[in-house]
């Protein structure tokens, strides 16, 4: 645990504790499941907050990318709109690589990943809670910003509202496996473009789905929702070995 | 040598001992590492022969055909290639599962092993794809779901080897890609469907690059003598490969 | 551009796609032979 780390935490008022074990008192034996998940929810909020910045920073990245390619293909309304789907999904999707590289870099570097890892409670769960934690903050604005950014592809307000719900089923799962990356990269020299790397290509029946839900394909929302499924299932698990395999 | 004066490590495994199970019995290096050698020229013996045999079936024995001439050829190297591409990623899984379950550093490096050969029969399938549709459809790539699918591969196998590069300490480099490569082979099915999905969705005039000529007898066996040679060369090149790296990470002295 | 499938008779224009698909893949496969002798030899000098 570095003494600057330390330092840093203090000055914000938070605690390394993200378990929120010193204010509950009653140590790590005695909290339960969901006590110890919300106790992660809300300290991963707060963190988010604190260093809003970095997550507003996420979301603007999203805008900025989705604006870049109307100027590289061409105003062409008729052109853009039938894009529209496909374009806002891949900024989606790069948007969610970047900001889930440093999913566990707080608590690596102040050293409270091992709290997490050693914790009594199932580490899976706990890295869904870490995990919902980051898409409330990343994920649900790219939802909420999605019609918008289709009316400026040209679309009408439904195709938007369409997409944004294929959005919601899906970012949700690029967070999942995201953070299988971010375990499985923790601390090493590649950083998000190793992330990007090793998780896009599993990323990829997400990808054809959510363009396929946003455009209004018959299968494709029950196909995302199954992701969703399986993707909440295998996901944490994985994740939760990776992160152990990361600290031994 | 005894297995009791070797290292844990070298028992194969914590805890487990080689003598109660003979097949387990390899996963210790010091017994594996003189079968890699003995086996490694009879692969490649074994390849060049096949290869041999397949590629005078394919040239001088399997007749033109009648839509796409002599450029059809192309097949004999292509879905040998891609066959093995996705048959070596499988092992590959396998080695990684028995790694992560058995505990044994061996496995893994077999994984080790496999992944660039693998990534490269994947590049080898899609450049011998892309010159067998462009005289025959006009275009060098077509997004067809098998091709889109190899190419997909592709990046699984360059994400396994990119991450092996960037994890320094080679225990966990060996964990992680397994993880990584058990992620990998789990989603392959996925993938696959998806693409197939959205294949047919975007059909329009795409046509299938897979479309062969219907099988004559002699093409089959010619493709099979093919993949033959190219699953004796990916065993060699493994044994060979396997035995370096043994010695980089320090398991077995040179 | 020309039309392939009509040709029926001449194929002589596809040597060079077969040439080269079975070219750059033996040459591939040839590199990365040299590539392991390489490795072979670098793992024998750590004696």
């Known amino acids: 645990m570095s003494i600057e780390a330390i330092e840093q935490t203090a000055a914000r008022g938070l605690s390394a504790d993200p378990l929120a074990l010193e204010a509950d008192g009653q140590g790590a034996a005695r909290q339960s499941v969901t006590a110890a998940c919300l106790a992660l929810l809300r300290h991963d909020l707060a963190i988010a907050w604190h260093q809003r910045a970095g997550v507003v920073a996420s979301v603007v990245f999203f805008v900025i990318a989705a604006s870049l390619f109307p100027l590289a293909i061409g105003p062409g309304l008729r052109t853009l709109g039938s894009l529209a789907p496909g374009i806002l999904w891949v900024c989606a999707l790069l948007a969610s690589m970047l900001s889930l590289s440093h999913l566990f870099a707080q608590e690596h570097a102040d050293g409270s990943l091992d709290q997490l890892v050693l914790s009594p409670h199932p580490l899976a769960l706990l890295v869904l809670a870490k995990v919902g934690a980051h898409w409330l903050t990343t994920g649900l604005p790219l939802v909420v910003l999605a019609p918008a950014l289709a009316l400026q592809y040209g679309l009408p307000p439904d195709d938007g509202l369409r997409i944004a719900g294929s959005l919601l089923a899906g970012t949700p799962v690029l967070g999942l496996i995201g953070a299988l990356g971010a375990a499985l990269t923790l601390g090493t020299r590649g950083g998000a473009v190793l992330l990007c790397v090793i998780v896009l290509p599993l990323c990829v029946p997400v990808l054809v789905f959510g363009v396929g839900a946003g455009l209004g394909e018959a299968p494709a929302f029950p196909l995302l929702g199954a992701c969703l499924a399986l993707a909440l299932f295998l996901c944490p698990l994985a994740t939760a070995a990776a992160l152990r395999i990361a600290m031994e | ?254 | 551009m020309r039309n392939d499938r009509r040709d029926t008779v001449n194929w002589s224009h596809h040597t060079p796609y077969i040439a080269g698909a079975f070219g750059v893949a033996f040459l591939l496969l040839g590199a990365e032979l040299a590539l392991l002798a390489a490795r072979v030899r670098r793992a024998r000098q750590r004696r």
Not at chain 2, 213 to 232: D, F, K
């Open chain 2, 1 to 254: 040598m005894p297995a009791k004066t070797l290292g844990p490590h070298l028992r194969g495994g914590d805890g487990i001992s080689p003598l109660r199970w003979n097949w387990l019995a390899y996963a210790s290096p010091v017994r594996f590492d003189p079968l890699a050698r003995h086996a490694a020229p009879w692969c490649f013996a074994a390849a060049a022969l096949l290869a041999l045999a397949g590629l005078w079936v394919g040239f001088f024995v399997a007749p033109t055909d009648a839509q796409q001439g002599e450029v059809y050829r192309i097949i004999f190297l292509h879905v040998p290639a891609a066959w093995m591409s996705m048959f070596l990623y499988l092992v590959m899984a396998g080695y990684c599962a028995l790694a992560l379950v058995l505990r044994t550093r061996l496995s893994a490096m077999m994984a080790s092993a496999l992944a660039p050969t693998g990534a490269l029969f994947t590049f080898i399938a899609l450049w011998t794809g892309a010159l067998w549709g462009r005289p025959t459809w006009g275009t060098w790539w077509v997004w067809d779901a098998r091709l889109t699918s190899e190419l997909i591969l592709l990046f699984l196998y360059l994400g396994f080897l990119a991450l092996e590069n960037a994890i320094d300490e080679p225990r966990r480099a060996e964990r992680a890609c397994a993880v990584l490569a058990l992620a990998g082979v789990v989603n392959i099915p996925v993938i696959y469907f998806s693409v197939q999905w959205w294949n047919t969705l975007h059909q329009g005039a795409s046509v299938s690059l897979t479309a062969a000529p219907s099988m004559a007898a002699t093409m089959l066996a010619g493709m099979l003598l093919m993949t033959l040679a190219c699953w004796a060369y990916a065993a060699g090149v493994a044994l060979v490969r396997v035995r370096c790296i043994l010695r980089e990470r320090g398991v077995l002295h040179p």
